[in-house]
């Protein structure tokens, strides 16, 4: 008796075909809307931004002088989430971007030393300019004990020599000072603008003066606290779904089909071991192992330099590999289930392991089965446009992304 499945009838072809057409042309056109997109131009890279903080800080004498270094693309998301939850929106949140009231992404580029505090970071927008700065002073390192007035002197004249910054529309709202162990004073000063805010959001620049020197500059938008807990109630609803989600992925996937699933293999002696170990493995060593390996320069920024740096790389290592391991075990019980209930369910089908072999690889079989793969994907990334876009017309939300991500090029 011939076997036929679905797809041995040109007809089936042609109508999955023309879903998967139709799904495409659906995400393409409705890709924005499902997820939302901020406009931001990135005119400034990795390289760029390591050379202006090397000149910065040779210049003006911040950080130690023999120094590593380590520079990230972020974002503020703390600001973004308010603004387009309370504060206007998505648009309102480009238009900011645009105007330059706030820069919420920018480069940060940190310079520092195993076991020494005295670090500096300093801050560009994507377009290159110089947002700020933050230098970390040991509170054994001497220094001036200056009164109020003259700190907040030699405040405003560096930052407005030096760091582009108007002072017109800012009034001084907080001020505090600091007595560290060998007798510095550090001040603290707070401006606010008083002709600008973003909702109930505040626009603020802190300003810090470590005995006679300069040593802070940083933007930032002061967010309610109300905010801050009406977030994290809506997150606690989410992360309950997720929880639910995870249990019933557990219970049904887990228990249901892996391990009920491999007890039947093993009483029919149907278990094939071997190939799920490889490619288990495999999968998981470039998937986890190697991608932790590729974002160690960007984990400096985590780095506490009053710990050993061989130390910090060791730690990295070894968490890689527990993560791999764990990864690649729950991969290869996986296939070893899947593979294994696939062959018995359907003993027609091209086996899994078989797949690309030399007598299977060619066939028609094979190459239908590909070709299906690839249509269902687009039909899936069809559905997912369509859910995110009827999610929309009942309130959910999702923060906009952005398109590039110049990180990638901050690995190895």
Known sequence: MKYTTFFSKPISWIVFAIIAIVSAIYAYFNFNKANPIVSLEITMNRETALEKASSLARNYEFGPDDYKTAAVFTNDERFQN?????????EKFTEVLESGLYSSYNWKVRHFMEHETNEVTFYFTPRGDIYGFFEKLADSEKGAALEEEDALKIAIEETQKHWNVNFAGYELVEES?????????????VYERHDKQIGEGRYRLRLMVSGDKLTQVKHFVKIPEEFDRRYTEMRSQNDLIATFGAVGLVVIYGLGGVIIGLFFLLRRRQLIWKPAVIWGSIIALGSVFLVSLNVIPLSWFSYDTSASAGNFITNIIV??????LGVGAMITITFIAAEGLGRMAFPHHVQLWRAWGSQAGGSLSMLGQTMTGY???????GVDVLFYVVT????????????????ILANY
């Open 177 to 189: 000072k600091e007595e560290v162990e060998s007798g510095r004073i550090d001040h603290s000063f």
């Open 375 to 381: 249509l269902f994907m687009v039909i899936m990334i």
């Open 319 to 324: 968490n890689s590999l527990l993560g791999a």
């Open 82 to 90: 308010f603004v387009e939850l309370e504060a206007g929106g998505l």
């Open 392 to 407: 929309k017309h009942f309130g959910w939300w999702s923060p906009a992304g952005n398109l590039s991500d110049p990180n």
